[in-house]
């Protein structure tokens, strides 16, 4: 029994309230940043049939990339900057960055606005990227780390299926295209929920230490988790500061280049997967006949978010079955099936289309990609960085990591479009299961070498 002024250890501690607050505050950039891809998804048909039916196939690759370029971007300059002069205000300024722009891009209603404001809301939703899991990371007891950054990345689902959800029972309210742009209010709304969120909140600990602020931090430490709580090995951090940076180039050398292939490569994959298949689901729908009941462009279009809601259930569900496996299975296991199962359904989706199979059938394809996509790929890419490199490496080699998986998050979104005007939904989806299995082939045939199963039990 714990005697009334015994300290506890931050490390070994059981989980608390002060836990699942910073969980909570944290993880709303995640699902901010799904929901805002899933909204471009379902704006861009709405613009061609309200404002520009002549919107080529590059312009909505431009329209949709545009918000991932800004992420991209954001994650690299908020990263550094918070580096140098600390977490708390950025964590406060980016959602304060995305509400600006967002009632920009709603008041201007003109398309280059529209381009530009996206970037913007990507910069600060890239700031929360880097923000996020080093709060909840610095926070959490060492066994239960691992899991809740698993449970942050978790809360992209619930944003894909709130935002979906949202914008069919708006656009059923209001029975008109013409009011596409007041869409983009949702993303005021929860952008004023996470900056109100962050006023009584406090820098993050292990940059106070990192920065040599050691009575700083034990102070804000007690804020988050109590007054009974001692800091833990977080005070070790000024030791890893003194080490050697590893730079980007001697990650391509012959000792580090098959984690830098692993690491990166199987992340670009699954960005193609969840941003560019996952934001044209609704446009896809419509190219695959699977909204095949409602009559005119505006009923079709709020059919296919319809579907789409459907589908991104089950996300949330992949997600769930994902955390639920991340401390039980090999991860090289659970990335590697999942691109395989993934693929399967995309098949599944590309039979039933060229067969002319029942739509239901061709929808449960698209779940199965969903499902396993999330279960595996969409979370381990996120995890499996910080493994495979060690501490001297971790923080260039998880980097790159991220922004190669953005770029091919990036590309997806780009090409899609342009896939869809050349070969129509086939080549979208031979595209799509190419490059799913070509991240479950490079998980299989680097993991096991890379990340052996003794070294992902130590």
Same mark, same amino acid.
């Given at each position: 029994m714990k005697m009334a002024n015994e300290m506890v250890n931050m490390d070994t501690m059981p989980l608390r309230w002060g836990h699942f607050r910073v969980l909570l505050v944290a993880s709303l950039g995640q699902l901010l940043g799904a929901a805002l891809a899933t909204l471009i998804g379902v704006v861009i048909p709405l613009i061609q049939i309200i404002r520009h039916p002549e919107l080529t196939s590059f312009q909505q690759g431009v329209i949709a990339g545009s918000e991932l370029i800004g992420l991209m971007l954001g994650s690299l300059v908020f990263g550094h900057l918070s580096d140098k002069y600390g977490y708390l205000f950025f964590f406060r300024f980016c959602p304060a960055l995305v509400l600006l722009f967002s009632l920009i891009a709603y008041f201007?209603?003109?398309?280059?606005?529209?381009?530009?404001?996206?970037?913007?809301m990507g910069f600060g939703i890239g700031g929360e990227y880097s923000l996020d899991p080093d709060y909840i990371s610095e926070i959490m007891p060492k066994r239960w780390k691992l899991l809740m950054v698993?449970?942050?990345?978790?809360?992209?689902?619930?944003?894909?299926?709130?935002? *979906?959800?949202?914008?069919?029972? !708006?656009?059923?309210?209001?029975?008109? %295209?013409e009011d596409w742009n007041k869409l983009l209010l949702t993303v005021s709304v929860l952008s004023v929920i996470m900056l109100l969120s962050r006023i009584r909140f406090w820098e993050s600990p292990g940059w !106070?230490? %990192?920065?040599?602020?050691?009575? +700083? %931090? +034990?102070?804000?430490?007690?804020?988050?988790?109590?007054?009974?709580?001692?800091?833990?090995?977080?005070k070790n951090t000024p030791i890893r500061r003194l080490k050697r940076k590893?730079?980007?180039?001697? !990650?391509?050398?012959?000792?580090?280049?098959?984690?830098?292939?692993?690491? /990166?490569?199987?992340?670009?994959?699954?960005?193609?997967?969840?941003?560019?298949?996952?934001?044209?689901?609704?446009?896809?729908?419509l190219v695959l006949g699977l909204e095949?009941?409602?009559?005119?462009?505006?009923?079709?279009?709020?059919?296919?978010?319809?579907?789409? /809601?459907?589908?991104?259930?089950?996300?949330?569900?992949?997600?769930?079955?994902?955390?639920?496996?991340?401390?039980?299975?090999?991860?090289?296991k659970t990335q590697s099936l999942g691109?395989?199962? *993934? *693929?399967?359904?995309?098949?599944?989706?590309?039979?039933?289309?060229?067969?002319?199979w029942p739509a239901w059938i061709a929808i449960a394809g698209f779940m199965m990609f969903e499902l396993f996509l999330n279960a595996g790929p969409h979370l381990m890419t996120f995890i499996l960085p910080t493994q495979i490199y060690t501490v001297e490496e971790r923080g260039t080699g998880v980097g790159l990591s991220a922004a190669i998986g953005k770029f091919g998050a990036v590309a997806g979104v780009v090409f899609i479009p342009l896939l869809l005007k050349w070969g129509g939904g086939t080549l979208v989806l031979l595209f799509s299961i190419?490059?799913?299995?070509l991240g479950g082939m490079i998980t299989l045939f680097l993991g096991r070498k890379v990340f052996p199963k003794k070294d992902a039990t130590k």
């Amino acid at each position: 029994m714990k005697m009334a002024n015994e300290m506890v250890n931050m490390d070994t501690m059981p989980l608390r309230w002060g836990h699942f607050r910073v969980l909570l505050v944290a993880s709303l950039g995640q699902l901010l940043g799904a929901a805002l891809a899933t909204l471009i998804g379902v704006v861009i048909p709405l613009i061609q049939i309200i404002r520009h039916p002549e919107l080529t196939s590059f312009q909505q690759g431009v329209i949709a990339g545009s918000e991932l370029i800004g992420l991209m971007l954001g994650s690299l300059v908020f990263g550094h900057l918070s580096d140098k002069y600390g977490y708390l205000f950025f964590f406060r300024f980016c959602p304060a960055l995305v509400l600006l722009f967002s009632l920009i891009a709603y008041f201007s209603n003109i398309l280059p606005v529209l381009v530009v404001a996206l970037f913007f809301m990507g910069f600060g939703i890239g700031g929360e990227y880097s923000l996020d899991p080093d709060y909840i990371s610095e926070i959490m007891p060492k066994r239960w780390k691992l899991l809740m950054v698993g449970v942050s990345k978790s809360f992209a689902a619930i944003g894909n299926f709130l935002m *979906a959800g949202v914008c069919f029972w !708006l656009l059923k309210e209001w029975n008109t %295209a013409e009011d596409w742009n007041k869409l983009l209010l949702t993303v005021s709304v929860l952008s004023v929920i996470m900056l109100l969120s962050r006023i009584r909140f406090w820098e993050s600990p292990g940059w !106070l230490v %990192a920065h040599e602020k050691l009575q +700083e %931090a +034990e102070v804000v430490v007690k804020h988050f988790l109590g007054n009974d709580v001692d800091l833990g090995d977080l005070k070790n951090t000024p030791i890893r500061r003194l080490k050697r940076k590893v730079t980007w180039g001697e !990650l391509f050398n012959k000792q580090n280049i098959q984690k830098t292939i692993l690491g /990166s490569v199987p992340w670009a994959c699954e960005g193609v997967g969840v941003y560019g298949v996952g934001v044209f689901t609704p446009v896809l729908i419509l190219v695959l006949g699977l909204e095949s009941v409602s009559e005119g462009s505006f009923d079709k279009v709020v059919g296919s978010v319809a579907i789409t /809601s459907y589908i991104n259930v089950f996300i949330l569900i992949g997600f769930i079955i994902g955390l639920f496996l991340v401390n039980r299975w090999y991860h090289i296991k659970t990335q590697s099936l999942g691109f395989f199962l *993934a *693929a399967m359904g995309l098949i599944l989706l590309l039979i039933a289309y060229l067969f002319h199979w029942p739509a239901w059938i061709a929808i449960a394809g698209f779940m199965m990609f969903e499902l396993f996509l999330n279960a595996g790929p969409h979370l381990m890419t996120f995890i499996l960085p910080t493994q495979i490199y060690t501490v001297e490496e971790r923080g260039t080699g998880v980097g790159l990591s991220a922004a190669i998986g953005k770029f091919g998050a990036v590309a997806g979104v780009v090409f899609i479009p342009l896939l869809l005007k050349w070969g129509g939904g086939t080549l979208v989806l031979l595209f799509s299961i190419g490059v799913t299995l070509l991240g479950g082939m490079i998980t299989l045939f680097l993991g096991r070498k890379v990340f052996p199963k003794k070294d992902a039990t130590k």
